[in-house]
């Protein structure tokens, strides 16, 4: 079966940076999504990782190994406004996309 | 710029009860999209449209029905509304030219079958 893996929370102070872990398994691999959601919003687009490396824009970085079904969202200097859950999402062989369920983050002042 | 639009935003629905939930997009997307989003489960496709005029099933697409007579609209129908169809349902757009086929997302609507 497809599976995407994220972690289902974390938490972390402002001004820091965190890491957002995801790994996945699917009927092949033609991309994977990062989007940020806030509390009762709608998903918007945060990145697009086809190749293996880093993505940067702004404070937000995405990395992908393709090798290792692997990727992570990287936030820095964390604002208050950046709690929201971050999701996953993988572009199988069908071009559909695959998603994970989401990792809500918390920042504390 | 509007972008996708749903309505309802928000219904309490009778079990039993037909709903049809409107989705239009005025960005011109070939490919529409319907999911569900639950507590605790990733986004569920329950129709997609590749483009006017064809629709196909998603992962969860009993129970529901879908039409895109033009490119705007994609409207999905609930035909006798069950109470676990209570969920967040958001309408989706994603365009290929030019594009990562990114989806764009409309604000969502909120239905709760009792």
């Known amino acids: 079966g497809q599976n995407i893996d994220q972690p289902t929370e974390m938490t972390a102070t402002e001004g820091a940076i965190v890491q957002i872990n995801c790994t996945y398994q699917?009927?092949?691999?033609?991309?994977l999504f990062w989007y940020q959601q806030h509390a009762g919003e709608a998903p918007t687009f945060l990145s697009y990782n086809v190749l293996d490396g880093l993505e940067e824009k702004g404070r937000f970085s995405s990395f992908l190994s393709r090798s290792k079904g692997y990727s992570y969202l990287l936030l820095k200097e964390l604002q208050m406004k950046d709690s929201a859950s971050y999701l996953c999402?993988?572009?199988?062989?069908?071009?559909?996309?695959?998603w994970g369920a989401g990792t809500k983050l918390i920042i504390k002042p | 710029i509007a972008g996708i639009t749903q309505a309802p935003t928000s219904q309490i629905l009778a079990a039993g009860r037909r709903m049809t939930l409107r989705c239009t997009q005025d960005?011109?997307?070939?490919?529409m999209y319907w999911y569900r989003q639950d507590l605790g489960l990733g986004l569920r496709l329950i129709h997609y449209?590749?483009?006017?005029?064809?629709?196909g099933k998603g992962e969860v697409p009993d129970g529901y029905s879908v039409s895109r007579a033009n490119t705007d609209d994609f409207p999905l129908t609930l035909a006798s509304a069950v109470p676990s169809q209570t969920s967040v349902y958001f309408c989706?757009?994603?365009?290929?030219?030019?594009?990562?086929?990114?989806?764009?997302f409309g604000e969502g609507s909120r239905l709760t079958v009792l």
């Open positions: 699917t009927s092949g691999f033609n991309g």
């Open positions: 960005m011109r997307h070939n490919a």
């Open positions: 449209s590749n483009t006017a005029g064809t629709t």
């Open positions: 989706a757009s994603s365009g290929t030219s030019g594009s990562t086929g990114e989806l764009f």
């Open positions: 999402a993988v572009r199988d062989s069908n071009y559909q996309l695959i």
